[in-house]
């Protein structure tokens, strides 16, 4: 039986970050990947490469991350203050404080070094330009908290530490699933089965990281732990992660952990594919509903578009598309914000209507015309007449612009619809990856159901839970990856040592 000293289970950031930090120990590494590598770099390949971290602002983060600015690119950018207060306070206010306290101020306080430490191994980052910011006065305003990106969004982030893991020395095998934890009498984890393309097999190890996602991608555990209807629902990402890490360690006794009926969804175009396209990536999202309104086909408006900052509120809604009609909710916008619409409304593979008056545009849809018409005036009526004319208008705050008196107020940048043509941008909701999990310890290490370490088991992203409750604050998915995927590899390489 060919042995190493760590095994990872899984080739995506949690992974590859577990792999490099066993690595830099002294481990002997071999990495499996279930998917053929034309399919490499799981979820983590299909994101932005959004990174949410501990900095006091540009100056800050350009001293060890950022490294690539140059002064004149400097000063053209007002990034402000994340500190780790202001990190701990968007997790836990959209997790409304469920989120595992040891495990936040972890993944707060290692953020930064994680950062730096993914900087030294060769992983190249910048400023969020496109996504994350407003021009003003010359200016890119930054906002919402997740404002830097690796090089190349989240597949160049894939590249950049594949490139890393193999000039460190680290093996992988590609289209090689994990299939089953080995344990001794001892109860410690032996080794692993893999399935590969020559069929089953054993391979030794002194410790193993699972690093191989949640079950985001099967419509049988979706429902059995989402609920009815998420076996409908779309995958954002790969169709690889279906839960094999957490089953593997649930069948030998691992705790479950967190919020297992929760999960990471947003809108999502109605007619994107049921699995992720590796060439549209994360564009088939449509996050400028803040400058608009949602209605469903019923043509009414189901929440308060401008409650938060997209970033504080998209996931929410993705979960709020579940509930209503056929799962669809359609985003009206007319030409005041259009203009300003984030880029991947203007893909071509965008399920898209535009009209000259309401009426029109309803037609198109095939929704009650009278129905759509009335929500849109309700709405106009009930916005302020000179929020734009005012200055009170700011799309890169919480301006405070609401309308008032409707049943659902939207209360930030309430402009009324009323300048054609109007366009409307048709979604549903997609999945990005589930909350419930396995429970580890400050170590890394896989707890059992009696809370003691299960001996050479750790885990790292997705497939832990307790970090993430109903909601999420973006780009700490990456974040925590990288963080707690570093942690499981160091204690994994270190248990190796003495096994
Ligand atoms: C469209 C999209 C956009 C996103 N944008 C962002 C963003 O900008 N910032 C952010 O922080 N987060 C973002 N996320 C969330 C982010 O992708 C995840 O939080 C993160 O990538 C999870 O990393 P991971 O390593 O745990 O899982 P993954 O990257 O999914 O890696 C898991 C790997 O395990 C493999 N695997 C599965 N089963 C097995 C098995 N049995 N044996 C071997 N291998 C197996 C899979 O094939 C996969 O390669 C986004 C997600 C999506 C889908």
Redesign the pocket.
């Known amino acids: 039986m060919t042995t190493y000293d760590v095994i990872v289970?899984?080739?995506?950031?949690?992974?590859l970050s577990a792999a490099m930090a066993a690595r830099e120990n002294g481990a002997s590494v071999l990495i499996?990947?279930?998917?053929a590598e034309d399919e490499?770099?799981?979820?983590?390949?299909?994101?932005?490469?959004?990174?949410?971290f501990c900095h006091t602002g540009i100056d800050d983060a350009a001293t060890d991350v950022l490294t690539d600015l140059s002064d004149a690119e400097r000063d053209q950018i007002i990034l402000p203050n994340h500190d780790r207060n202001v990190f701990y306070d968007a997790l836990m206010k959209v997790t409304h404080h469920q989120s595992d306290e040891d495990m936040a101020w972890r993944l707060i306080d290692g953020s930064r070094p994680a950062m730096v430490w993914l900087r030294q191994h060769g992983v190249r980052f910048l400023p969020m330009f496109g996504r994350q910011s407003f021009v003003v006065d010359g200016k890119h305003h930054f906002y919402g908290g997740?404002n830097i990106?690796a090089v190349g969004g989240?597949a160049g982030l894939v590249e950049m530490e594949l490139a890393e893991v193999a000039r460190m020395g680290c093996d992988i095998r590609y289209s090689?699933?994990?299939?089953q934890l080995i344990q001794g009498q001892d109860r410690s984890v032996t080794g692993i089965t893999v399935r590969g393309p020559g069929g089953y097999e054993e391979l030794g190890a002194k410790a193993i990281v699972l690093?191989?996602?949640g079950f985001e991608s099967n419509p049988e555990m979706r429902v059995r732990y989402l609920g009815h209807g998420w076996d409908l629902a779309r995958v954002?990402?790969?169709r690889?992660?279906?839960g094999?890490?957490i089953r593997m360690a649930l069948d030998i006794g691992a705790r479950p952990f967190g919020n297992w009926s929760g999960c990471?969804s947003v809108g999502w175009d109605i007619s994107a594919p049921p699995y992720?396209d590796r060439e549209v990536?994360?564009n088939f999202?449509k996050h400028s509903y803040p400058w608009g309104i949602m209605v469903n086909l019923r043509g009414e408006r189901f929440v308060d578009e401008g409650e938060d900052l997209r970033n504080h509120t998209y996931v929410k809604f993705g979960r709020e598309i579940m509930g209503q009609p056929f799962r669809t909710a359609i985003q009206i916008f007319d030409q005041k914000t259009i203009p300003v619409l984030r880029d991947e409304y203007r893909i071509k593979q965008v399920t898209k209507y535009t009209a000259g008056s309401i009426e029109e545009l309803a037609a198109e849809l095939e929704i009650d015309p009278t129905a759509l018409k009335s929500t849109i005036d309700d709405f106009n009526a009930a916005c302020p007449s000179d929020a734009r004319q005012s200055g009170q208008y700011n799309p890169a705050i919480l301006d405070g612009v609401t309308t008032s008196g409707l049943e659902i107020d939207k209360t930030n940048w309430a402009l009324p619809i009323d300048e054609p043509p109007f366009e409307a941008y048709v979604t549903t909701t997609g999945v990005?990856?589930t909350f419930g999990g396995l429970k580890i310890d400050d170590t890394g290490a896989v707890q059992d159901l009696s809370d003691r370490s299960i001996p050479g088991l750790y885990a790292?992203?997705?497939?832990v839970g307790g970090l993430f409750v109903e909601n999420y604050p973006?780009?700490?998915?990456?974040?925590?990856?990288t963080v707690f995927g570093k942690l499981a590899g160091e204690s994994a390489a270190a248990f190796a040592e003495t096994a």
Do not use: I, P, W
Not at 9 to 15: K, Q
Not at 32 to 35: F, H, I, T
Not at 40 to 52: E, I
């Open positions: 289970v899984g080739a995506g950031n949690a992974a499996l990947e279930k998917a490499k770099g799981g979820n983590s390949y299909f994101t932005a490469g959004g990174f949410r997740v990106e989240g090689t699933g994990a299939t690093a191989c996602g954002r990402g790969t690889h992660n279906m094999d890490g990471h992720g990536l994360d999202q990005t990856f790292a992203g997705e497939l973006g780009g700490s998915g990456l974040m925590a990856g």
